[in-house]
């Protein structure tokens, strides 16, 4: 079945450091790709997504490429603040009304 | 996209009593599903519910502790029954919608079961 494998957190960086999160997948076919953020205390919100290959996903200074070859989606951030700290979820759908695979989030800690 | 409420926002409940969750959202949508998340763990798929038909649950889940109701396309209800002090964690509804079904989320029940 589809599985979403992202690294383990806690991430602490410093403030204005670069970010990146892995994330790879495994599924059949061609998925479109998600990256979700929940911040403390809160619901999970749509971050970006990427629905085909090579497609890059951005919003709010965070950016991932969808890359088949690897198999991976990861989340970058060139320049992180302390409001980004969160837990960030990895997720794949194989599309229509198919189950969204989640990872089991990383949690990111930005400290000033 | 959808915007998705829930009540209670959370509560504190004791052993072996029931809890009923309300999720509304202010569009018609043709799935709901229902989550949980464990503390410091990701969410696990407790059922999907499809209007005028029985909720389709997940391993591990049946109806009788997790009943859901979905009497129309903007609302269901989650209740845990006869609740232990593990079933205490976030429980999220969550829709389908946008071009590519991107999955939105209310914003969650915390529960903490005595």
């Known amino acids: 079945g589809d599985s979403v494998t992202q690294m383990e957190g806690p991430v602490t960086l410093s403030e204005e450091a670069f970010l990146t999160i892995n994330c790879t997948y495994t599924a059949t076919g061609y998925p479109s790709l998600f990256w979700y953020v929940q911040y403390p205390g809160e619901g999970l919100q749509l971050l970006l997504k990427?629905?085909?290959?090579?497609d890059k996903g951005s919003n709010k200074g965070f950016e991932a490429t969808y890359r088949k070859e690897t198999t991976s989606f990861h989340l970058e951030k060139g320049s992180v603040q302390v409001s980004d700290s969160a837990v960030y979820f990895c997720a794949l759908t194989g599309g229509g009304y198919q189950k969204v695979t989640f990872g089991t989030g990383t949690k990111l800690q930005v400290i000033p | 996209s959808a915007v998705i409420s829930q009540k209670p926002s959370r509560d504190i409940c004791q052993r072996g009593t029931s809890l009923t969750i309300q999720c509304q959202v202010d569009s018609q949508v043709t799935m709901m599903f229902w989550y949980r998340q464990q503390p410091g763990q990701s969410l696990t798929l407790i059922a999907t519910a499809n209007q005028g038909s029985e909720a389709t649950y997940e391993s591990g889940f049946v109806i009788d502790k997790f009943p859901i109701s979905r009497p129309n396309l903007t609302f269901s209800t989650l209740t845990v029954s006869n609740m232990s002090p593990e079933d205490s964690s976030i429980y999220l509804c969550?829709?389908?919608?946008?071009?590519?079904?991107?999955?939105?989320f209310g914003p969650g029940t915390r529960l903490t079961v005595l």
């Open positions: 990427a629905t085909k290959a090579d």
């Open positions: 969550s829709v389908r919608a946008g071009s590519y079904n991107e999955q939105f």
